[in-house]
């Protein structure tokens, strides 16, 4: 069982950063790879970057590239979104999640989720 908390969120203008965090219980962290999704109003939830166990291998949904950066730090069991040059079509609930399998992309792949923490980019 793995119990994700994320935090960080908040509201921030259009072009500015945030970071989020997402702490996690147990003492497997690091065999699971870690995604982060998001959900904007009136929309599906919707992929935004994965993490390898180990952190070697990162991966980014298009409308994210170049803009945030995933890392994770497995000794604090917890898993990090860097979000820069943010837009207001970033503005979602964004959940952080767990899964054993080696690769997901998908999030019928994903064993655990977080509450979310929401973000809001103002114009």
């Known amino acids: 069982q793995v119990q994700l908390v994320e935090s960080g969120g908040g509201l921030v203008q259009a072009g500015g950063s945030l970071r989020l965090s997402c702490a996690a219980s147990?003492?497997?962290?690091?065999?699971?790879?870690m995604g982060w999704f998001r959900q904007a109003p009136g929309k599906e939830r919707e992929f935004v970057a994965v993490?390898?166990?180990?952190?070697?291998?990162?991966y980014y949904a298009d409308s994210v590239k170049g803009r945030f950066t995933i890392s994770r730090d497995n000794a604090k069991n917890t898993v990090y979104l860097q979000m820069n040059s943010l837009k207001p079509e970033d503005t979602a609930v964004y959940y952080c999640?767990?899964?054993?399998?080696?690769?997901?992309?998908?999030?019928?792949?994903?064993?655990?989720w977080g509450q979310g923490t929401q973000v809001t980019v103002s114009s």
């Open positions: 999640a767990a899964s054993s399998t080696d690769w997901p992309r998908y999030q019928y792949q994903y064993d655990y």
């Open positions: 147990g003492r497997t962290f690091s065999s699971y790879a």
């Open positions: 993490i390898s166990y180990g952190g070697g291998r990162t």
